[in-house]
């Protein structure tokens, strides 16, 4: 039997999650449809029933009959008033071509009612025999303008609901980001606070002491520097690159000491990019993945290169090592917390105007490439 085998950098082994379609929401959905339409034929059947106005007086089973047959063909027609809420937005720069578009609509799926509803009353004996056109004729009369405002109802009450769901997805959205970032930030004190590098750095320094005191007491003194940085930062959702950029500066001094020659950093930022917003504490986990799990292994060391541009309306941030690729078998799997957490914070924060990828490099190694928007305001 084979053996499935994961990418070493992230763990993944490529099935990319599909769409699950909710089919008891939407039963539920189609249910409380007819149900509202049942509500309003009932209601108005028995208006229909007790108006005195109305010569001859129609029995009870023809005021149900012909409420009920009215508002279950709305009921069936509100997918098609809700593709076109969908289609036909009243959005700023777009209130004409909607409001005519759904007049059309509004007064073409009216008429179509009519029509059908008064076949079927025909088929169900509720109006007189051969009274078809007779009944279709009255019908445009007396009900075309009752009608019609149901589809101005139907379609207000899918934009108020459609606008209470995206109010509920926007807090619990906000509540999720809140979540995040405290995990992002105890996630991140764990990575940077976990054993296997304070004490090899500390366990470094203890080295230095006997060969390089100087050394050993820059060492110290980094490493104290990182730690306070770490605890005192003042932690928002988003920080400019630069911000982010010295953060990772004080992590790498620490590193390159420890690794001494056999790790190598290259730094290329375009200038105009020093104040774009980025999600905060999410390039660290990207290079110690890097460090740790691509130089770390490999005797003679490596080198990663992080750099950053502006195209267009979008910020491309991208972490390269040289060290060991997704393609060898025999390596220890790398870590998969650090990446699957910065993708499901950048789709939280951006959506779908982001991207997030990582693959062979084709030079060797590895690289990780994540595009957002660009934008230089508080997030």
Partial sequence: MGTRTSCPHCGQDGRAPGAIINFVSRIR???????????????????????????????????????????YLWAVTTPLVVMMARRFRFESGRWSISFLAHALASAMLTAIQIVVGEAILTLLQLRGTGAFWSGVRYSFVVNFQSSLPTYWMILFAYFAFDYYVKYRDREL????????????????????????????????????????VELADTMLARLSDFLRLTLDRE?????TLSEELEFIRRYLEIEKIRFEDRLTIRVDVARDVGDARVPTLALQPLIENAIHHGIASRPEGGSIAIAARRDAGS?????????????????????????????????????????????????????????????????
């Avoid at 034929?41 to 009870?60: D, E, K, S, T």
């Avoid at 932690?235 to 920080?239: G, M, R, S, T």
């Avoid at 914070?345 to 660009?374: H, K, N, W």
């Fill in 235 to 239: 932690l928002d959702q988003e920080v």
């Fill in 29 to 71: 959905i189609a249910f409380f449809v007819f149900l509202a339409g049942t509500v309003i034929g009932l209601y108005f059947a028995m208006q229909a029933y007790w108006n005195p106005a109305i010569m001859p007086p129609l029995r009870w089973s023809q005021a149900i009959g012909i409420n009920l047959t009215y508002y």
């Fill in 173 to 212: 959205r906000g509540a999720q980001l809140a979540a995040e970032l405290s995990r992002a930030q105890l996630q991140a004190l764990k990575m940077q606070l976990k054993p296997h590098f304070l004490f090899n750095t500390l366990n470094s320094i203890s080295s230095l002491m006997y060969s390089d």
């Fill in 315 to 379: 910020l491309h941030i991208s972490v390269t090592d040289d060290g060991v690729g997704c393609g060898s078998e025999e390596r220890h799997p790398r870590e998969r917390i650090g990446l699957a957490n910065t993708r499901a914070r950048l789709e939280r924060l951006y959506g779908a105007a982001q991207q997030f990828t990582f693959a062979d490099s084709p030079a060797g190694g590895f690289v990780v490439e994540m595009v957002i928007p660009f934008h230089t305001g508080s997030a």
